[in-house]
């Protein structure tokens, strides 16, 4: 519906990628970006060598309009045209290098371009989505387009900046053209939705997210205020938007307006910082001007450099021409490539791009290529004949030869989806297993000629085959192993095993392509100057511990890097004068130059019991905010570099839970319980959210996107927690700063729930000088209070002067704890100088806190505590059900038990054929689907035969997989759904319910992980405890969340019965008690029998050898009936009668089970119900010849056989089988 008109001929591909911003030079950010569109390019041209007509278009360039632009022009003192002559040129040179094969390179300058681009403005205008009128908003040059006023917020010095990158903004008032985006905006959010347009998936919602701008969009410029761009056609005064002018050159280099050659473009490549221009802006142009869409928008992730986004201001650009200087051109392109999973931003480092090009290009090919073809081993210097493989050598490469088979299938399925990172990881995995062979088969020492000959054989030909995948990868390398080789069939239908007309002399040896590169060199201790260590010491001092300092030390060296720290805090109770220790060490941080967050942990106060309102708390984050500002202020410390963030701000956003969810999955129990040893009441059975904590804390380091936390001592396990776990997730390993814990005024840590331990920062002079005065300051415990703040407070304050008491002078902490333990300095006297310079120093925070904002924010946050838990749902009286639906109940209970019984009988009592019962089953997709899935199915079926008004929800959940163990990969959790989904499918299919039953995979539910489900995750979490939602087996803490995860989908589906096995029951009790504790009503359970496994336990996907899979083949289904335990006229334990009973006689419906005998064993046997079976197993109608074993099995096997035939035939074409096997893509690096 969205793309009626395409101009694409044949198998023809265009592939975009971003024009970049002539600003500048290019970094490692934009060499990404081309290598990705690179790549994608030349894979086209490699899949499509047969079609002679096709075309490939591949376009890159240089966006060179706009504010920015005119500005650096103005700074260089040359004019705009001549400074984007040079630095496009830069941009062409650097392309040149990398070997990008782009068949445009496109400059907004063109003449061309500006005739496009006026054409397409006029076409915009003549179908009436352009009027003029005045515009007023918020104004940003960095992104060169007015912002929302939702995406603007005020700084810490009063002015107004982007929340994203606080970056300044402007408003500004004016004449403009306006398009009518706000007609679009629909139209887009369902192009989005109902779409694969948006590629990986997981940014679709960032995609929907992007289209915030309810409006119209302002798309001219007041030509005195931006003259360097293109002018409105017949406006001279107005020059066009630099975005809308920007985005026409995908339609420029298709030829607009005269030609389309190839229109729309296949794939368009951007980073995810540009979402909202293509798409959002860009569709709903295209539709304005009833042009097609683009087929595929593929979105990438940032680069980053020590977990920082690269940026000019921060001065961590990486300049791509220093990384191909050192690693050469194939090189980084590789470890772009590799590197760069376009889902995730991705972190450059120098050691680790010289890592992986040794590690994989130069030893695991190059060194594998030059070994194999010297003259000693292959002394004839020819490429083998095929034959007929060495049975030693056949047996040695079975293995390589299977890996072999599957590389070109899986490559192209994944470059496809431009995964080339795991395309390149099979390529290598590959290539190391051949490594492995050539050097245990010793080539230099064989003397057998047949068996030298058919090693070979199989090396080249994974040489060859891995070098012709890697063609869009690392063309020029690729190029040379063939060369090497002396292969010219280099086009993808070659690259079979054995395809090669094999027999020729190999190529010239050229060297090797790229040596073996040299060790980066570190900055030594003597090569730090003396600016960085008087800052690291600043930073440093009057810290117990520090961790990860030499990293911390290379960042303070780096010019222009800004390390960023960040320091949290829970919103609970007021700020009191505890909170001066970490705020002298943040102004240490200030005065050092890094850039400082505060996090203020909302979310966790909330949590902390629901004792508290979001209104409450937000008043309570005002008020925090405000006071240290005020605290900081009185200590003079420059807060320019000082910013704040609330967790609810990105803690309940998907991105951050799934890792999360990944982080409980790596974690064991112990481990977490561990890390919040010291932080985290320790009692028998922990609350659930108490161990989620500490993972909590330690992903904020990645979505503050910091380079380092700051924390007290108590926080040291987290701390290591998060070194420990997050490069697991490839989210970078940070350093740490911890400060001493320093006790309250009782000699207790300083706490606000400790009323005599503390002092609020705007407490009158008189509390301060009496609870100072009444402070534990012994002699015989030199730690107490009262000196710890002279050393962690005052004396970082008063530093490098004096501190004078009773006429003596100290100028450090030890000589003033000295002469007090000596008797030589007074306690009175040491209590009245601290209390005079706590009051002096508090007087001036509460006059900077004399403000009407402050008091109503005190007064909102703590005038008295609000309770905000849920009030239960008052009990509705049980109604009385008519004789109709008693029956109906007694039907539905038939050999199961009942949970929450009363909420059965309230939604029956208004069930009728026109509001039926809703009966839903849960599906965890934890392995091989089985022959127990279909028992629920049989329980609403025998419902429906009977009379029941019912309509059935399967829903596949198989995130609940992921979490009991990792039984399902990260990576193939969606592809697992599909999987269930489809076998459901099948099976409702051949049970004929179709009309009563659908399938849902949870995930696809629009409340599924979004913000209030999330929170009431964590609701849920501070309300179970560990012992209590223990129920998986194994040691992550993932399996605890399990039930979390049933309840909350339980929630959002909302159905009147949930079907559960009787092996489950603790799922009911457990919901039930979740639900009403936050207000919701609790759902009825019906617990059935589970079917027994072929070994006599419950059928299980982790038992794969003892259950019964529709899709194994019918001798397989007999073969595992067959070895069940089924002894002569014994019930128990019997398989076979057990699966008659449960699955065999409700698929037959009251037809007879025909059980065929040969006449010698009594003759064939009829039975229309489980007791005339069990008779005739147990007694015999003739009772001579009871039922025998086998004959009962056979015609066991061939009920099922003829349920499961109808499966067997839904999946038998080659893309049902690509889907079993994507469901059970195993993630390396995953499993504990």
Known sequence: MFQSRFFIRHSSTYVTSPIFYANAEPHIG????????????????????????????FSIGTDEHGSKIFQASQLAGTTPKQFCDQVSSKFSTLFDTLNISHTNFIRTTD?????????????????????????????????????????VEENAENKMVLKTTGTAVEWIEEENYMFRLSEFREKVGEWIEKTDVVWPVKYKSLALDSLTLDGDLSISRARKRLSWGISVPDDPSQTIYVWLDALVNYLTVSGYPKDRLVWPPTCQVIGKDITKFH???????????????????????????????????????????????????????????????????????????????????????????????????????????????????????????EMLEESREKCEELYDDMYYYKGIEQLMLTMKEANRVFQLSQPWKETDSERLESLLFVTYETIRIVSILLQPITPKMANFCLDRLGVDQRNLESAKFGSYASGGKLGVDQGVFIGQLEIMATPTAEEITEETKQRRELILRNLQESLGVDKLTLQLGTPGKVPHVYWGTATTGKPHVGYLVPMRKIADFLQAGLKVTILFADLHAYL?????????????????????????????????????KKGTEYQLERDYTDHVLQLTAQVSLRDALKAGAEVVKQVESPLLSGLLYPLLQALDEQYLKVDGQFGGVDQRKIFILAEEQLPKLKLGKRWHLMNPMVPGLTGTKMSSSEEDSKIDVLDESDRIRSKIMGAACSRDQPDNGVLAFYNYVLFPIVSPNAIEISNQQFFDFNALKQAYLDGKLDESALKTFLSDFLVNLLDKVRAKCDTDEVKEAKEKGYSKVVEAESTPIPEEPIPVLSAEQKAWKERIQNGGELFSEDELVRVLSSVSPSNPLHVMFVAHGKGKFHLGFVSPLLRIKALVDAGVPVKATILV???????????????????????????????????????????????????????????????????????????????????????????????????????????????????????????????????????????????????PDFLLDPLDTPKQTKTKIARSFCEPQNLEGNVAMQLADQIVFPLLNGSSLSIPRSSDNGGDVAVSSYKELEHEFITGSNPEFPLHPGDLKNAVVGVINGLFDGVRADFSGKEREKLVKD??????????
């Open 111 to 151: 003449p061309k371009h500006a005739e496009s681009v006026q054409h397409f403005w006029r076409v915009l205008q003549d179908r009436g989505h352009i009027y003029k009128s005045s515009y007023s908003g918020y104004y940003s040059i960095s992104e060169e387009c007015f912002i929302p006023e939702n995406e």
């Open 957 to 1103: 959940s198989d995130l609940e997989a992921y979490l009991d163990n990792q039984k399902v990969s990260w990576g193939a959790i969606e592809a697992r759904g599909i999987y269930y989904r489809e076998t459901f499918l099948s099976l409702i299919k051949n049970l004929k319910l179709e009309d009563v039953v659908e399938v849902k995979v949870a995930a696809e539910h629009e409340k599924y992980f979004n913000k209030d489900y999330v929170l009431d995750f964590y609701k849920m979490a501070s309300a179970v405890t560990r012992d209590e939602t223990t129920i998986c087996e194994g040691t992550a803490l993932s399996g605890n969340l399990v039930p979390l995860i049933y309840s909350l989908n339980a929630h959002i589906y909302r159905p009147d019965l949930l079907i559960i096995g009787n092996d489950s029951t603790v799922f009911a009790d457990l919901s039930s008690r979740l639900l009403k504790c936050f207000g919701y009503s609790a759902i009825a359970h019906l617990a059935i029998p589970t079917v027994p496994g072929c070994n006599g336990q419950k059928m299980s996907c982790s038992v």
């Open 279 to 401: 798409l959002y802006y860009w569709p709903a142009f295209l539709m304005a001007a009833d042009l097609p869409l683009p087929q595929r928008v593929f979105v990438h992730g940032h680069w980053l450099v020590d977990n920082v986004k690269m940026s000019k201001s921060l001065g961590n650009v990486v300049n791509p021409k220093h990384a191909i200087d050192k690693f050469t051109s194939e090189g980084l392109r590789y470890f772009l490539l590799k590197q760069g999973n376009p889902s995730n931003d991705c972190s450059f480092s120098w050691n680790s791009c010289l890592e992986t090009v040794n590690s994989d290009l130069v030893n695991n090919v190059g060194n594998l290529l030059n070994r194999s073809t010297v003259e000693k081993i292959n002394k004839s210097g020819t490429y083998p004949r095929r034959v007929e493989l060495e049975k030693k050598v056949k047996e040695d490469t079975e293995k390589l030869l």
């Open 608 to 644: 902390d019991n629901m004792k508290s309102t979001w209104d409450v708390l937000k008043s309570r984050v005002v008020y925090y905010q405000k006071v240290i500002i005020a605290l900081l202020e009185s200590l003079d410390v420059p807060i320019g570099q000082l910013h704040f």
């Open 1223 to 1232: 469901a059970f893509t195993v993630s390396k690096g995953k499993k504990k």
């Open 30 to 57: 934009h060499a990404y970006t081309a290598v990705l569109c690179d790549t994608a390019h030349r894979w086209n041209q490699l899949k499509n060598f047969k079609d002679k007509e096709s075309k490939a278009l």
